[in-house]
């Protein structure tokens, strides 16, 4: 069985590489030509461990092919994954002209039974629409071909993609085809092996899964956001309220971790989304719409903490602030939606100097935050952003800001606020010594 990529992003990088690692021969299809030829060198477009040792390893064995043509990647495949963009319109809703693309493409170059599997996260109904165009498309053309249509939302989290990709949590299929479904369950036949649960369902069911789970986990991080804010106020301690109400099962401690918000390219896109969709249908959505409001509130709440210990005569002119980290989480160089982008530019409105570092994420800001590239200094290391500085910010838990020479760091600064916004000091002595710490949801 021969495998179709079309798009190479996030989504569809991972997964082609993964599924060429079983075995399988997989193409991946991309409009950009330099991505392209950079990915047939072996160079990964994004950072993401242990991505670019896979790709270089199917490259090697012959079992991973990529191409910026359609044709090649519709007539050679059996199966072929939609994983292109559907970025967010300024209504909320998805932009979804790059899948009605690529179904067109189908339509002309189909020459034989296709599966075709939706990776992308669609509005609820897409799949099905998808399906219909599709077959109008064929009939118009009156092609002997036909294709049935799979809802198969992915669930990697950016920075352990790889690891989520080879062993998911789960493996939702939403069809209504029996030869789809058994396609379907060859691909992933090794997760079958390793006994991942499978869930089958429609392919409305499927895309509402996604949604869900990602509304859901952000509903749990605003929730403790909130619960953050009151504790700091009434001299509880939001990571051992977190740690208590995790010990119940049934809640579960996993995504209690109190921050500056959410970021990244999923939670802030599909939770606007579930909204539209709600709209859609006459259904306001309170408990996600509340979710997003808190999420604003945060980072707002953040920069006010900041400002707050900062400011002299309500203004921060005048003070230099070292933020450590961009990416909206570790091990990744994303800076999509990132807080820390929504509080430099507050500190920036309050007339603050603002110098940063972030282990992978400042070539992407330099080219993404571009109009702030003469407010914004970039610095070498997170030591030398501290450097004259009134205050570290810390945005990103990232590992390589644990180990430092505490005592030097405070030295070589003008002032000695530390607001670590990801709780990452609250049980360190010498932190908590060296400097005014400031921490999210205690005291
Ligand atoms: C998320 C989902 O986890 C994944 O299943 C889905 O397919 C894509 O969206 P990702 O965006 O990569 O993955 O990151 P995730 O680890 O979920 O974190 C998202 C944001 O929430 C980050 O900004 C993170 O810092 C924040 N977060 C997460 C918290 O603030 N507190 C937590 O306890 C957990």
Redesign the pocket.
């Known amino acids: 069985m021969k495998i179709g990529i079309m798009g190479t992003g996030y989504v569809g990088l991972v997964h082609g590489a993964v599924l060429s690692s079983y075995g399988f021969q997989v193409t991946c299809m991309d409009v950009d030509v330099d991505k392209i030829k950079h990915l047939q060198d072996g160079n990964s477009p994004i950072y993401e461990p242990g991505l670019e040792e896979l790709l270089r390893h199917s490259l090697r064995d012959g079992l991973l092919t990529f191409t910026t043509s359609p044709q090649q990647v519709i007539q050679e495949s059996d199966v072929i994954f939609i994983a292109v963009g559907t970025p967010a319109k300024e209504d909320g809703g998805a932009d979804l002209s790059y899948v009605r693309d690529v179904i067109q493409q189908i339509a002309t170059y189909i020459n034989g039974y296709k599966v075709i599997v939706c990776k992308s996260t669609m509005p609820v109904g897409t799949s099905r629409r998808i399906a219909t165009y599709l077959d109008t498309l064929l009939t118009d053309r009156r092609s002997d071909f036909r294709a049935d249509v799979v809802s198969n939302p992915?669930?990697?989290?950016?920075?352990k993609a790889v690891t989520d990709a080879l062993s998911p949590s789960r493996v939702i299929i939403g069809t209504e085809s029996s030869q789809a479904k058994e396609t379907l369950q060859t691909i992933y036949q090794v997760h079958i092996q390793h006994h991942v649960p499978f869930l089958y369902t429609n392919l409305e069911t499927a895309e509402m899964i996604k949604y869900a789970?990602?509304s859901f986990?952000a509903v749990k991080?605003s929730f403790?956001n909130e619960l953050a804010l009151v504790s700091e106020k009434v001299g509880a301690n939001i990571q051992d309220i977190a740690t208590g109400m995790g010990l119940d099962e049934r809640i579960s401690p996993?995504?209690?971790?109190a921050?500056p918000?959410?970021?990244?390219?999923?939670?802030p896109k599909d939770t606007q989304a579930m909204l539209d969709i709600g709209e859609k249908n006459d259904e306001d959505l309170y408990i996600i719409r509340a979710a997003i409001a808190a999420n604003e509130k945060q980072m707002k709440s953040m920069i006010n903490k900041i400002s707050e210990a900062l400011s002299v005569n309500g203004t921060l002119q005048g003070k230099t602030i070292a933020i450590w980290g961009l990416s909206?989480?570790p091990e990744t160089d994303d800076i999509r939606y990132a807080?820390s982008f929504e509080i430099i530019k507050g500190l920036l409105q309050q007339g603050a100097m603002v110098n940063v570092f972030c282990p992978q994420g400042m070539e992407q800001a330099k080219r993404m935050w571009s109009d702030f590239n003469n407010r914004i200094h970039y610095c070498q290391s997170e030591a030398a952003s501290a450097q004259d500085a009134d205050a570290i910010v810390l945005m990103t838990e990232w590992h390589q800001f644990r180990a430092h020479n505490w005592p030097m760091i405070a030295k070589t600064m003008r002032g000695n606020a530390f607001f670590d916004l990801r709780n990452m000091f609250t049980t360190d002595v010498q932190v908590r010594e060296q400097f005014q710490y400031y921490s999210v949801g205690s005291s």
Do not use: A
């Open positions: 992915e669930f990697l989290r950016q920075g789970s990602n986990l991080i403790i996993h995504f209690l971790q921050g918000g959410y970021g990244g390219s999923c939670f909206f989480k807080p």
